[in-house]
């Protein structure tokens, strides 16, 4: 039975030390203490935890044994390390799904369309996939922000779907290029010029519900990155660079909405926050110390 302690140490420690304690959590009190709180499997690994304050060189005020955790608990922990996992996948997937559906979703030329029809079709398909994932996402993560904060859990996953229905639609005027470019072989002179301009209508169409759909995907990112910080989910610096990211999804998509053409370029951030947060709840999982304070209540 894992058993949650609360390690008090002299002197102030920074929340990067999260990792070297094994993902316990970190309060920096008035005293001029720090107080290390998480759960402890067996005596063992308490050692090995007192060993770490020990090798810090910071002098040791005290330990204390909180509370046992059911086994019910430890299932839910558990659970919520699960969901971090496909979490974190779906993050790696839709980054890439998301930049291959740019790929070969790209139109082009009127006249192209027909001969390209089935990678077209293809690219519209895996942003719809996106926008599924994107649907997970807000469903998956709904469970554990409530814990701390029902109104947080709710904001993202109304966000979530929101983004995940705009991008559905940015997907249909993709495919309606195809219907548009078999009639463009057949049509006469006098056809051209309106099946052209339909086609530039439908690529404007999309562009503009693609941006939509980022400036709502900004709005869920910045409800998400609160609730990890008010839940201390993931590291601080995780937080911190969440809020830059998405903070630069949402600004640069009203000025492409507005005209100025940034080139994705108010992407970078926020895409590699995605891939990087994927590849750490992968590996780390959320901070099982906050499910297990969440329990104690």
């Known amino acids: 039975m894992a058993v949650k302690y609360q390690i008090r140490i002299e002197g102030h420690l920074g929340s990067q030390w999260a990792d070297w304690f094994d993902g316990f959590s970190i309060t920096l009190e008035a005293d001029g203490k720090t107080l290390l709180s998480g759960p402890v499997p067996d005596q063992p690994a308490l050692y090995g935890l007192l060993r770490k304050v020990r090798d810090l060189g910071l002098p040791l005020v005290s330990v204390n044994q909180v509370h046992s955790i059911k086994g019910e608990n430890i299932m839910a922990v558990n659970t919520y390390r699960t969901t971090a996992k496909v979490v974190g996948a779906l993050y790696i997937l839709g980054f890439v799904v998301g930049i291959a559906g740019s790929v070969l979703g790209t139109p082009g030329q009127l006249d192209t369309v027909s001969a390209r029809s089935m990678m077209i079709a293809i690219g519209a398909l895996l942003w719809v996939i996106a926008a599924a994932g994107d649907t997970a996402h807000g469903v998956m993560m709904f469970p554990i922000l409530k814990q701390n904060n029902e109104r947080i859990a709710l904001g993202y996953f109304g966000a979530r779907i929101v983004e995940a229905a705009v991008i559905a639609i940015s997907a249909l005027f993709i495919l309606l290029q195809i219907p548009l470019g078999v009639e463009f072989l057949k049509a006469s002179t006098s056809e051209i ?4 301009f339909l086609s530039v209508l439908f690529v404007q169409s ?5 941006q939509i759909g980022m400036i709502a995907l900004g709005m869920a990112g910045l409800t998400l990155c609160y609730g990890f910080y008010r839940a201390k989910l993931v590291p601080q610096l995780f937080v911190v660079w969440g809020f830059i990211g998405y903070v630069s999804f949402l600004l640069g998509s009203m000025l492409e909405v507005l005209g100025f ?10 895409g590699l926050w995605e891939m990087s947060i994927g590849v750490w709840l992968i590996a780390k999982g959320f901070n099982s110390a ?5 329990s104690a209540k």
């Open 193 to 196: 010029p309106y099946l052209q």
């Open 206 to 210: 999309q562009a503009y519900s693609y």
């Open 261 to 270: 053409n940034l080139q994705l370029l108010h992407t970078l951030p926020g």
């Open 290 to 294: 906050a499910f297990v304070s969440e």
